[in-house]
T-cell receptor, first 120, second 115 residues
Framework: AQKITQTQPGMFVQEKEAVTLDCTYD???????LFWYKQPSSGEMIFLIY??????QNATEGRYSLNFQKARKSANLVISASQLGDSAMYFC?????????????????FGTGTLLAVQP | GAVVSQHPSRVICKSGTSVKIECRSL??????MFWYRQFPKQSLMLMAT?????????EQGVEKDKFLINHASLTLSTLTVTSAHPEDSSFYIC???????????FGPGTRLTVT
């Protein structure tokens, strides 16, 4: 069965510094997708970054990068140059299947989340 | 693009009544919609998956007679909480996807309070 583990319930980081949020996963499927979402206090889920299991390079989106270590089954999120607006809950999620036709309809499994607080 | 809306954003209802939450994909046709539930300081838990024109698939432990899901068109899915009780108070979030997308797009959520 799929499982996502986020071991850091809360993290602090100084403004302008980088922070790594941990995520490990477990699946028996060879094809899967890994996602990170940000949830501010307003509740909306904001998509940050995606990594497919066959992607050879780590995904990057602006200040976000995903440190994908397939053998270790980890998909850590790195936020560079933290900003006060980055303070939020961060969820790692996994979907079996890569997306595209048929895959995007597979369900997401979420981790328990990490609450990030950026300090001035 | 890929905007999903939910209505209402907040609702308060009395115990025993039913409440309907709408989820709409505004600029794309959603072949699949998902309904999640989130208790305070907890993760999102998938309740059900609905494909347009067919019956929803409920996750284990979710009462399908209590949480009625209808996905009548490619842009609208509704969740009806029937005979609501205070323990149904929660944050309900929908998401929508299309076959050619690799991600789900989330609505802003609906906060339900049952008094």
């Amino acid at each position: 069965a799929q499982k996502i583990t986020q071991t850091q319930p809360g993290m602090f980081v100084q403004e302008k510094e980088a922070v790594t949020l941990d995520c490990t996963y477990d699946t028996s499927d060879q094809s899967y997708g890994l996602f990170w979402y940000k949830q501010p206090s307003s509740g909306e889920m904001i998509f940050l970054i995606y990594q497919g299991s066959y992607d050879e390079q780590n995904a990057t989106e602006g200040r976000y990068s995903l440190n994908f270590q397939k053998a270790r089954k980890s998909a850590n999120l790195v936020i560079s140059a933290s900003q006060l607006g980055d303070s939020a809950m961060y969820f790692c999620a996994m979907r079996e299947g890569l997306g595209g036709y048929g895959g995007a309809t597979n369900k997401l499994i979420f981790g328990t989340g990490t609450l990030l607080a950026v300090q001035p | 693009g890929a905007v999903v809306s939910q209505h209402p954003s907040r609702v308060i209802c009395k115990s025993g009544t039913s409440v309907k939450i709408e989820c709409r994909s505004l600029d794309f046709q959603a072949t699949t919609m998902f309904w999640y539930r989130q208790f305070p300081k907890q993760s999102l838990m998938l309740m059900a998956t609905s494909n347009e024109g067919s019956k929803a698939t409920y996750e284990q432990g979710v009462e399908k007679d209590k949480f009625l899901i209808n996905h009548a068109s490619l842009t609208l899915s509704t969740l009806t909480v029937t005979s609501a009780h205070p323990e149904d108070s929660s944050f309900y979030i929908c998401s929508a996807s299309q076959r050619r997308f690799y991600e789900q797009y989330f609505g802003p959520g609906t906060r339900l309070t049952v008094t």
